[in-house]
Structures are given as structure tokens and as C-alpha cells.
């Protein structure tokens, strides 16, 4: 893979000149905001559940290393085969070893979002694997050559005339159709066929559960549950992150993640995977594996603050709620996490050297964290990675100081002298009243403001000096 | 040389180390005397089909709903209860043909994948509060019977409808008994992958029939 | 997390921190937030040495330079008065992040005493004043653009809408995009300009679509973003700040 950069203002100039683009995010964005809302009509429960929800997973990344080894042990003893991979090509290597030595020819995969970060499909296509995907959404964008632009729904960006488009175009027999289930219908259909003649089955992980060994999948389709049941081997791939204490802690995160994400009281299926086959059984995978894959995870962990960003359950309320996802679409993002928990993410995966116009794409309006069902700060965690990029005080961040420029800390050098003296502030003051409206709109900053918007107008006397005026700074004590 | 395990626990053992939050108080919602009735509103509301059948009448009933849809190959469990209750109640008369799972997939797989119509199923328990059906798959009822055919029917016992899965798990002691697959299912397989729009059957069954047996309904 | 403020007596001293922008842009608001204190009996404040919260340097990632400006504004409010900000994004930079932003100085503590002082105008005036208004305006129709931070940081969801409806004169109509960001964010809107525009039209014509002729706000930022660029695509959106807003109103004109 050739590495890839972050080009956040030219891909936005993109996607906001493209009004069928922006309908798509934005009709899609409403209804998933409405959805989530009735979910939690209840103030008291929604706070008494998340911060359930922000502990359980607190809990865990405070224990992650003893978790994983526990996790570890319990799946072996269950049976479960684990591989660790501390690199994207590491573990594409490793699921490609496994495959190899099983024969493996066809793939039908289930939908993993840490998959799409390995660029696992490109890589078993490069040694002679077909992975299909069975998601509809992942289906439909893997017809389309495209990659997910949202991380529970992956074509949110297109609409029906394009999917009956490509339907047409892509699957034989297909006629033009915008009737939603025939659509279906016909990926039924193809799709049957391919999770028939499946020699293995690759999905995610939602959770992993340290007590049990046990790897929790939730859907709604039934392609989870297919890819892990009817192919003769399964492979499952987690970032290190998913790891949990107990079964129980299952418990309130499912009833934060349907919710959250897509509205629903539950998803249609929750799989809990505890062995392969076992003797006697009339089906099910003979052959279970667990990737690992740490990409990053573990140097973000060494920050105490940043490592909050680890707690995610991949809900994408926080896409669904921005105001800047929404109208510029998750491609804008360029990698595979978008909307703000992949500006948080991205950068810390990647590097800031490669990501770093990431966390300034953000007003820091909060939305985000405001329906964060596991409470982390990402607008906190925004200004971090900011500070970060420019006057690094962590290892744990790739890429840190990338973003130091000598004209930015002159400038913000200039601005704290200034504020912070009263009399060469007030004197500015001054002097900006008298003359500031004479500055032209092509100064740096002003042309971008003015674009769009009016000059703002300097007051012939600031507030200080009304405030004196009128009494206010009589008695200071 | 160390192992990619070995380099990534030693990162993560040499972060600093975290205090530990506890657990702060959450309770699921319990529903009393309204279980059921919370149970079969979620299903329904999920585009699932429920009865209230009593213990005896069952396989008669079902006969009925699926003689209603056309069905003529149901797949069955021979070696459950439950199975075997059915396969009496339909030996005579015109019901559907029952198709045993008694091999291994690979015997069966054009047969689950392509032949049967409907399935028959039980569920270890039932979840009022998000409607779902706790399917425990055993040797005899294996895992793809709820899953391939385009029509899944359920029995569940009213008696074992709980409030929650957190109750579910705690007073079933799950933690202490996994079994190879456990499976929540609320509602038929559907997706809302193309703008929104919800679609049933995309690629496990199109239909749930839930029959939540009573001794007395 | 929106932080709700305890709840002091009522005090007969306020400070008030005008912000940098109301002073230099917006100065009227500022005046109007402080005659609004005064009608309520108490004595109000303004130190001339204050300048800055320092939310646009620690919102770039200079922590440093926001430091330093913060620590003139604990210099220039000594006293233990509660300190009222006619902005709900000044206001939760002051409540919220000087306490992070002094860990580890040796300011720390005057940073945390400092922060449970402040407060956003409208907060103060419901919750601690409870104030009783008379409308002397004629009918009007407005709607409410709530700061981000204001409803996010410092949890002000209610205050300011009870205040405009003590108003007789005045309806409120609800934008039903009100909660969404107006897409100022500080130097965001030259960073990321075109993202910005896009979000702020949004706004405007969400603001147009609910008939009100007026947009009220809190917060200057938002209101130099919106009337700009309503302003500038020639739109009939017209705002003001909800301190000039009122005193106005209670005034029958100023």
C-alpha cells in the first residue's frame, strides 16, 4: 500500500459541490439523529447507562494486557486458535497463512471495519483469494470499487437509482430496478450462492469477552451469523482494543450500540462465538481463529489522556450527529475511520504527519461527545492531537511537532503578548477602533471570512473604554 | 526473537498504569406483570409474527399458519422433544413434509441452503425488553436450522420469558456455560442498507413465527 | 459535560468579563449585559485589565500561550464575586478548561476557585436572580441560536428562551435546527472556509425557513458568522445579542 495522506479541504471542496452527495448524507444523517432520540427519551436512564457503558469499557482498557492474556487462554482452552498481529501487513500475512494452509480459495466475509483498515480484499485478491462481501452495504460499495463512507452503514452515500444502476450493470440478469426489495432480493440471491461455496468465513468483532472466551457479533442481516457458521473455517479479526472483563458487561454496551447507532433496541442478531465445531455437532466452523491486531493501538495506549479514544464501540453516533461529516461524507476522511472519532483515530494510527488537517476539521462544537455512549471527550481529545501536532509532550502520538510552522508560533507568540498585557491590549483596541475597518479583505484569514460572510465592523470604542465611561471600572477592590 | 504477542503486551504492560472505575449502578428495566406483553409488542414491532399456543395445540396451529403460506418442506429436530412432538401431530393428515437435520452440513447443505421452506425451532428463554428469542443450539437443533431456511419458527416457553438479558444471563449462569454459539434473534433478517429503506430476508429468514407456549393460553 | 453552576446567593457585587470579541465588535451587548445586572440591584465591575479567555490559542493547540492570557484574567478579577460573561463559549472555556489548563501550575488552585465563579449571562439572571421582565416593545417574532458550547459546556438549554418568553410582545418560534452548529469555530471558518460557508448557509436558511425576523444569541461568534453571512447573500436575517435584545425590549428601545 502506498501511504496515504489526508487532504481534508480538497476532498470537501469535492463533496460539497456535489449536491446529490450532500442530499444522500444529510436525508440519511436526519433520520439516524431522529432514530437515536427516541431511543433515549429517558434522561436519567440514557446517564445512569452510559456511564455504565463509559466504566465497562474504562474497565477493561485499565486491565488490557491481563484481559488479552486471559482472553487468550480462555479461547485456546475453548478451542480458538489466536494470532497476534502488531502491523496491518502482519496480519494480512497472518489470515493469508491461514487460508493458504487450509486450501482456502473463496472468501465470504462478513462486515469488519478492521478488515477495511488491513485492506485485507486487496491483499488475499493479490494472492489468488476472491473475498466477496455479504454485508449488503460492503456488497454493494465492493461492486462499486468503492470503500466504506460510514462505518455501520458503508453506502450511506448513495442513493437507489445509483445501487439499481450498478445492480444492472454489475449482476447478471438484473434488470433496472428501484424497488428496494427486489434489490435485496437479488443480492439474496448472488449472495446464497457465494456463502454455499465458501471454503472460509471472515468477520469483526464487536466484543471479546476475557471471562468466557467468548467473541460477541452483532448484525442484522444474517451475513454474521452465515459467515461464521456455514464455511467449514472462520476467521475473526479485533483490534486489541475490543476486549472486555466479563459477560455481563455485554449487557448495558448492547443496549448502548443499537441504540445508538442505528436507532434500534437491538440488532436482529447478537452472535456469541465460544468454540469451533465440537464433537457431535452438526455444523458450525471445524476451525476458529482470532486476529489481533494492534496497528497503532498500543502506542496510543501509553497516553493515559488519548487512550480514551480506545474505548469505542463503533456506534458512529458521533458521524451521525457532526455537522461537518454530514455535509462533507465519510470519503472526505480519506481512511477508514471517518466523522469525529476517525479525526481522533486517524491521526493517532497514521501520524499526525499524515492525518493532521484532521483534528482542525471540527468547529469543536461537541455534538459528538454529547451522544458518545461511552462518554469520550473527543472534542478534549481534538485539542490534544492540536497541541500534539505542534508542540508534542507525548511519545504516544505519531507524527508529533509535524505540524509546526514558524508563521503559526509567531503568530500565537504575538497573540499571547498581546492579550496578556492590558496596555498593549487596550492601546490595540484603540488603535483598531480608529482604524481596523480600513483593513483590506485580502489580508490572510479576512479573504477566507469574507468569502461568504460581511466584513465585521471594529466599534468606534470598545467596551473597556464604555465601560469607563459609564462607571463600571470604578471600584475594582 | 520475540513474538508480535510478546511486543505488544510489553507496550501495553509498560503504559502507565490506570486507576480502576467501578461499576456504577445500572438496572435493566423489569417489566412484572407486563413481560409478555412487552416480549411479543418488541417482536411485533420487529415484523415478527407471535401466537400464544397452548403446550398441546401447537404443532396444529402451526400446521395451519403454514399450510396458509404454501409451505410444503419444513426442517425439523428429530431427536428434541420438541421435534418428536411435531413429528407425531403431523405424521397423519396433510401436513407439510418434515425434513430431519440428522447429518453433518456438508451432508446437507443443498438441502438447508436451497430446499426447505421453514424451519422449527426452540429457544432457551425470551427477552422482554428488546423481544428477543435466546437460541442455545445443542448436537440435536444445530445452529444453520435458524438461519438458512426463508421461514424460522420458534417455541418459547412463556415461563422462561425473562425481563433482560442482564437478568437472563445472571439467573441462567451463562458465564459459567457457553456453549459453542448462542444467538439472540429479534426478529427476521433485514437490512436498511439502501437509503434507509427496511427490507426483510435479506439473508436469513424473511419471516419469524414465534409461538410462545402457555400451559393454560 | 455541561457543568450546571452551583447556585450562590444573591450576591450584591458581580464582575463581568466582556469578551474580546463584544469589546471590540459588539461593545453594546457587552454594555447592555451590565445594565441588565445593574437594574437587578447589584453592583457591577469591569476590570480594565482583563482581556481574553484564551479559548482561540488553546483551541489551536497552544496551551502555552492560552496559559499566559489566562493568567491575566485570574489576575484581573481577584475578588470573590461571581463573574459574568455575556458568552456561553468565553464562559465555558473559564468554567471548564482552566482547570485542566493550569494541572500541574502552580496556579491550579486559583484556576479552580476562578472557574466555579463564572457564569453565562442568562444563567445568572434566571438562575441566581430570577429575574421578572416587562415588555415595552411592539410584537415581534424571534428564534434562539444557542452557542455550542453555551448548550453543550455550560449546559445553558432553557434559560435564555425563558427569559424571551417573560417578553408579551415577543413569540419565540423554535428553529428546529437549532441545535446545530453554526460552523464559526474560531479559525475554523478560515481553515476549513468552504466547510464553514456550507454549514453557516444552512443555518441562515434554517433561521429564514421559521418566519422569525430576528435570530437572538449569546454568543457574538455565532452572531458575526450568521449576520455576516446572511449579510453578505443578502438574506433578511438580521441578530442580535440576547443582553441588547432585552434591555431593549425592557426599555421600550435604548
Redesign the interface.
Same mark, same amino acid.
Given at each position: 500500500m502506498e501511504a496515504l495522506k489526508s487532504d481534508f479541504g480538497g476532498k470537501a471542496h469535492v463533496a460539497l459541490n456535489d449536491p446529490k452527495l450532500r442530499a444522500n448524507f444529510r436525508r440519511a444523517m436526519d433520520g439516524l439523529m431522529a432514530k437515536r432520540a427516541a431511543q433515549f427519551p429517558d434522561a436519567e436512564e440514557w446517564k445512569t447507562l452510559r456511564a455504565r457503558g463509559a466504566a465497562v469499557r474504562a474497565r477493561a482498557l485499565a486491565r488490557l494486557p491481563e484481559l488479552l492474556e486471559q482472553l487468550e487462554a480462555k479461547l485456546t482452552a475453548n478451542g480458538v486458535i489466536v494470532h497476534w498481529a502488531e502491523t496491518t501487513a502482519e496480519a494480512n500475512a497472518v489470515v493469508l497463512d491461514i487460508l493458504k494452509a487450509a486450501g482456502v480459495k473463496r472468501v465470504i466475509k462478513g462486515k469488519s471495519m478492521v478488515t477495511e483498515e488491513m485492506h485485507l480484499n486487496a491483499h488475499l485478491e493479490a494472492n489468488g483469494i476472491r473475498a466477496v462481501e455479504s454485508d449488503l452495504g460492503e456488497y454493494i460499495i465492493q461492486l462499486a470499487g468503492q470503500a466504506p463512507s460510514h462505518i455501520v452503514m458503508p453506502c450511506i452515500h448513495m442513493n437507489k437509482a445509483e445501487i439499481a444502476e450498478l445492480f444492472a450493470d454489475k449482476i447478471e440478469g438484473q434488470t433496472y430496478t428501484e424497488n428496494v426489495d427486489e434489490l435485496t432480493a437479488a443480492a439474496r440471491r448472488v449472495l446464497r450462492d457465494r456463502f454455499a461455496d465458501a471454503d472460509a468465513g471472515i468477520s469483526g468483532v464487536n466484543f471479546a469477552v476475557a471471562e468466557t472466551g467468548t467473541l460477541v457479533l452483532i448484525e442484522n442481516e444474517g451475513n454474521g451469523r452465515l459467515s461464521t457458521t456455514l464455511p467449514p473455517l472462520h476467521i475473526a479479526v479485533t483490534g486489541i482494543e475490543k476486549v472486555l472483563e466479563k459477560l455481563e458487561d455485554v449487557a448495558p454496551l448492547l443496549s448502548l450500540l443499537p441504540r445508538s447507532a442505528t436507532g434500534q433496541v437491538v440488532t436482529t442478531y447478537v452472535n456469541m462465538i465460544s468454540h469451533p465445531r465440537q464433537p457431535g455437532e452438526k455444523d458450525g466452523p471445524k476451525a476458529v481463529h482470532l486476529v489481533l491486531l494492534d496497528n497503532g493501538r498500543s502506542k496510543v495506549y501509553g497516553d493515559v489522556e488519548l487512550a480514551d479514544t480506545l474505548r469505542c464501540i463503533r456506534c458512529a453516533a458521533c458521524m451521525n450527529h457532526c455537522p461537518v461529516y454530514t455535509r462533507v461524507g465519510g470519503h472526505t476522511y480519506t481512511f477508514t475511520y471517518p466523522g469525529p472519532i476517525g479525526k481522533i483515530l486517524t491521526p493517532q494510527l497514521e501520524g499526525l504527519d499524515c492525518a493532521g488537517d484532521q483534528p482542525h476539521a471540527s468547529t469543536l462544537c461537541g455534538a459528538c461527545a454529547e451522544v458518545c455512549p461511552v462518554q469520550i471527550p473527543i472534542p478534549d481529545l481534538l485539542a490534544r492531537l492540536r497541541t500534539e501536532a505542534v508542540s508534542p509532550t507525548s511519545l504516544a502520538v505519531k507524527g508529533g511537532g509535524s505540524g509546526r510552522s514558524l508563521s503559526e508560533s509567531l503568530g500565537w507568540g504575538g497573540w499571547a503578548a498581546l492579550y496578556s498585557s492590558p496596555r498593549v491590549y487596550r492601546l490595540s483596541a484603540r488603535l483598531l477602533g480608529l482604524f481596523g475597518n480600513w483593513m483590506p479583505a485580502w489580508l490572510p484569514m479576512l479573504r477566507q471570512w469574507t468569502s461568504v460572510r460581511t466584513k465585521p465592523k471594529f466599534a468606534a470604542k470598545s467596551l473597556h473604554q464604555l465601560a469607563r465611561e459609564r462607571g463600571y471600572s470604578h471600584d475594582e477592590r | 526473537m520475540t513474538? =508480535?504477542?510478546d511486543?505488544?503486551?510489553v507496550?501495553?504492560?509498560?503504559?502507565?498504569?490506570?486507576?480502576? !472505575?467501578?461499576?456504577? %449502578?445500572?438496572a435493566?428495566p423489569r417489566y412484572g406483570e407486563g413481560r409478555v406483553t412487552q416480549f411479543r409488542a418488541?417482536l411485533e414491532a420487529?415484523h415478527a409474527d407471535v401466537c400464544e399456543v397452548a403446550r398441546a395445540d401447537w404443532p396444529e396451529r402451526l400446521r395451519v399458519i403454514l399450510a396458509n403460506k404454501g409451505v410444503s418442506r419444513v426442517l425439523f429436530a428429530p431427536a428434541t422433544a420438541t421435534g418428536r412432538q411435531l413429528a407425531e401431530a403431523w405424521a397423519a393428515g396433510d401436513a407439510p413434509k418434515l425434513v430431519p437435520? %440428522?447429518?453433518?452440513?456438508?451432508e446437507?447443505?443443498a438441502v438447508l441452503? $436451497?430446499e426447505v421452506q421453514a424451519s422449527v425451532t426452540t429457544a432457551r428463554s425470551g427477552i422482554a425488553? #428488546?423481544?428477543?428469542l435466546v437460541l442455545w443450539?445443542t448436537?440435536d437443533e !444445530?445452529?444453520?436450522m435458524s438461519?438458512?431456511p426463508p421461514i424460522h419458527v420458534v417455541l418459547v416457553d412463556k415461563g422462561n420469558i425473562r425481563d433482560?438479558?442482564?437478568e437472563t444471563?445472571?439467573v441462567e449462569g451463562?458465564?459459567g456455560s457457553? !456453549? #459453542?454459539?448462542?444467538?439472540?434473534?429479534?426478529?427476521?433478517?433485514?437490512? =436498511? %442498507?439502501?437509503?434507509? #429503506?427496511l =427490507?426483510y430476508?435479506? $439473508?436469513?429468514?424473511k419471516e419469524l413465527i414465534v409461538l410462545v407456549i402457555g400451559d393454560d393460553a | 459535560m455541561p457543568m450546571s453552576a452551583s447556585k450562590p446567593g444573591r450576591p450584591h457585587t458581580v464582575y463581568f468579563f466582556g469578551t474580546c470579541l463584544v469589546d471590540l465588535f459588539y461593545p453594546e451587548a457587552g454594555l447592555a449585559g451590565m445594565e441588565l445586572l445593574s437594574r437587578e440591584g447589584l453592583k457591577v465591575v469591569f476590570p480594565q485589565k482583563q482581556t481574553c479567555c484564551g479559548q482561540p490559542a488553546r483551541n489551536n493547540g497552544h496551551p502555552e500561550e492560552a496559559r499566559a492570557v489566562a493568567r491575566l484574567q485570574l489576575d484581573a478579577f481577584p475578588g470573590d464575586w461571581p463573574i459574568v460573561v455575556p458568552s456561553g463559549s468565553c464562559a465555558g472555556m473559564m468554567k471548564l478548561h482552566y482547570p485542566e489548563l493550569f494541572v500541574g501550575d502552580p496556579d491550579h488552585a486559583r484556576a479552580v476557585a476562578f472557574s466555579a465563579r463564572v457564569f453565562e449571562l442568562t444563567q445568572f439572571l434566571v438562575d441566581v436572580l430570577d429575574v421578572k421582565l416587562a415588555d415595552k416593545g411592539r410584537p415581534v417574532t424571534v428564534t434562539w441560536h444557542p452557542s455550542c458550547h453555551s448548550q453543550r459546556e455550560m449546559g445553558v438549554l432553557d434559560q435564555p428562551k425563558a427569559l424571551l418568553r417573560q417578553l408579551a410582545n415577543v413569540t419565540l418560534v423554535e428553529n428546529p435546527r437549532e441545535t446545530e452548529c453554526c460552523g464559526f469555530g474560531g479559525t475554523f471558518s478560515v481553515k476549513q472556509p468552504e466547510i464553514s460557508a456550507a454549514m453557516v448557509a444552512d443555518k441562515v436558511a434554517s433561521i429564514e425557513q421559521t418566519g422569525a425576523a430576528q435570530v437572538v444569541s449569546g454568543d457574538c461568534g455565532c452572531l458575526m458568522n450568521i449576520t455576516g453571512a446572511a449579510g453578505k447573500s443578502r438574506k433578511a436575517v438580521t441578530g442580535r445579542h440576547i443582553a441588547e435584545f432585552l434591555l431593549e425590549r425592557c426599555h421600550g428601545g435604548s
Open positions: - | 513474538s =508480535a504477542r511486543r505488544i503486551l507496550r501495553l504492560k509498560s503504559a502507565p498504569r490506570r486507576t480502576m !472505575p467501578e461499576r456504577p %449502578d445500572w435493566a418488541m420487529a437435520y %440428522d447429518r453433518s452440513i456438508e446437507m447443505k441452503v $436451497h425488553q #428488546t423481544g428477543s443450539p448436537p !444445530p445452529r444453520l438461519l438458512l433482560s438479558l442482564a444471563m445472571q451463562w458465564a457457553m !456453549p #459453542t454459539n448462542a444467538v439472540l434473534v429479534s426478529g427476521p433478517s433485514k437490512t =436498511a %442498507d439502501i437509503e434507509q #429503506t =427490507a430476508g435479506v $439473508h436469513g429468514p | -
